[in-house]
């Protein structure tokens, strides 16, 4: 079946630090993959998404890259901000069948410091 | 315009009670999802729902968990004999439910955080 593998966390950060976030799918065919973010006391958003091999995807700042050979979708941002603190998750979605059901990974979160 | 909706936001329960969760999704949006978000599990999917089609319970945990959509749009998640393993964050999302909902955005609701004492 279909499975996402985030790196552990927390992860805390300096302001202006450099970013990066891993994750890592297993998944039959060639699944559409996401970074959905979710801020303090906020619902889950969409951050990202890449719906193909080699697709990059980019918001506010941050930038994430479809690799099909290494199955990854790392997260990267050059310098974070404190308004970044969230919990970030790594999804992934199959382009076919009739259920479009997301399959996320265990969430990491992030503390950006002054 | 409005976003998901879900209500209520907290509920505390005592184990062997049942509940009952409800989500509004976006005007206009035939799917709908139900995600629960636990500690142990992170977020896990657990039925779907597109227009007038049989439901897909496929991620349901057990049987006393269940979910129906009234008039294709309002979806209530109705969990019996709640057990204190079902304490965490249940999320709804919908998406437009056009021919190919995998290209489609969900957007997220707020949650309804049940607490099972």
């Known amino acids: 079946g279909n499975s996402v593998t985030q790196m552990e966390g927390p992860v805390t950060l300096s302001e202006e630090a450099f970013l990066t976030i891993n994750c890592t799918y297993t998944a039959t065919g060639y699944p559409s993959l996401f970074w959905y973010v979710q801020y303090p006391g906020e619902g889950l958003q969409l951050l990202l998404k890449a719906t193909k091999a080699d697709d990059k995807g980019s918001n506010k700042g941050f930038e994430a890259t479809y690799r099909k050979e290494t199955t990854s979708f790392h997260l990267e941002k050059g310098s974070v901000q404190v308004s970044d603190s969230a919990v970030y998750f790594c999804?992934?979605?199959?382009?076919?069948?009739?259920?479009?059901?997301?399959?996320f990974g265990k969430g990491i979160t992030l503390s950006v410091r002054p | 315009g409005a976003g998901v909706s879900q209500s209520p936001s907290n509920k505390v329960t005592e184990k062997g009670k049942d509940v009952e969760l409800r989500c509004d999704p976006i005007s206009g949006h035939t799917a709908l999802y139900w995600y629960r978000q636990s500690l142990g599990q992170g977020l896990e999917f657990l039925i779907y729902f597109q227009g007038n089609s049989a439901p897909d319970k496929s991620g349901l945990p057990s049987d006393r968990f269940s979910a129906e959509r009234t008039g294709g749009s309002v979806s209530t998640l109705t969990i019996q004999r709640t057990q204190q393993e079902d304490s965490a964050v249940y999320l709804c999302?919908?998406?437009?439910?056009?021919?190919?909902?995998?290209?489609?955005?969900?957007?997220f609701g707020p949650g309804t955080r049940l607490l099972v004492l």
């Open positions: 999804a992934l979605r199959q382009n076919t069948g009739a259920n479009s059901k997301l399959t």
């Open positions: 999302a919908s998406s437009l439910g056009g021919g190919r909902t995998y290209q489609e955005t969900q957007y």
